[in-house]
């Protein structure tokens, strides 16, 4: 990461205008390389904002297109690709939960086989000798965050050389990433697994790695270049379209949490809000919790949210405990609207506190996610038919 990210959608809008000259011809040329941690890189580093959505894609993009017209089309695609994955998701929650066994089943493993709990420290630590994987084990530990070829790098050498199971890198990097997200990490495993697109995995080549990393690594004949890919015995279902709350209208009670924290912008017309609690988990991403820093940038974009959602609802937020939340819309009496919680724990503890929280989506997602369902190739020109849509985030 450039400098400590602070989570504010101010310092957030900060980055995004310090970053916009460079989102065109500069980004498409230079975002496969990865200078390393102390040189500045191609890339944008807005994924914790992003992720919190303290900035919505919809603004990052149109900004983008704005600053840049048809030269910001790679920038914004990959954008879309955290778009896609949501909405792919959600149209496959049976994923999540798949994902959810598969990393019991690996703890499980990691308790009785001694060999397997021994590689698996060794490649948190950044003790495997691997010069490479050993450096980006300690940068996301370090820095809670990984260029984007890195982590494709790391999660190839940790499934098909280091031979470990697939859930327990993916948990590793959910508890260090500032933007560990649930529906692009889980799915980014698997693709680069090779369950994504059955028989496609991603293998990481040390010729690919020292030209993308200026020479800084070269890791010939470390690397298992001729794996093949992950299969597994239970096929996510079919994908089943997204479901979305019809508006809600009249008096409402709001409740904030850590995947929307612009709430002061959903679309809450004929809605009069009389009260809002905001609600944080992000120890619930991954198995024993996440590391401090993650942590506290969630508790933190969330208390910023609280300050604008106070300002423009005109009312205190109050900061509840999950198991607060049923006796918190009880005391109200009205109906309890929330930002579309996206595939996940946040999403599950909702529906857990059974208080029928109607769910906002924004605009971005309605028009979006109906379209993930299938490969991203098809996806991609819906992108810019969100991005051309007047308003909307
Ligand atoms: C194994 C693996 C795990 C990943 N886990 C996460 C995760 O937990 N959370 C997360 O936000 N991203 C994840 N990514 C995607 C991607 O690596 C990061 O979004 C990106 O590196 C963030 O850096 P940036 O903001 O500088 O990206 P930029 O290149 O500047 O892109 C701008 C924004 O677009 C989005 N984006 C870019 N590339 C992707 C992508 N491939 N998939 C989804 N969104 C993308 C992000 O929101 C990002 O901030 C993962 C990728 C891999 C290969």
New binding site residues.
Partial sequence: MDAEPIPTRDAGLDRLAAFLPRAGAA?AAG?NTDPGPERKGA?????PW??HRLLT?AE?ARAAFAAHGEAAAK?IE??G??TY?KGWLEQRPGVYDLYRAGLRRAENRLATEEGLRRAFHDACAGRTGIDCFDSWAREIVARN????HA??W??SIWIFTLRLPWELGADF??RH?L???IA??TL??R??AGLHTPGKHYLARAENIARFTGGRFDPRGLLDEAAEPLTEAVRPRPALPPQFDPPPSGEVVLLLHEEDCAAETLDLAGCTVRAVAAVAMPEARARGGVAPAVAGFAHGALVDAMGRAAARFGVRPVLLEVDDLAGWAAAHRLKVVTAHPPIGPVAQALAAADVGAVRVARAWDRALWPHAGRGFFGFRPRIGDAVAAASGG
């Fill in positions: 980004y975002r890339v944008s580093q807005l994924s992003l992720r894609e990052v920038f990959e954008v690709w955290r994955w965050y990984l260029h984007n982590r494709m790391f999660a990097f959910l990433l933007d560990g997200d692009s990490n980014s495993w693709w680069v």
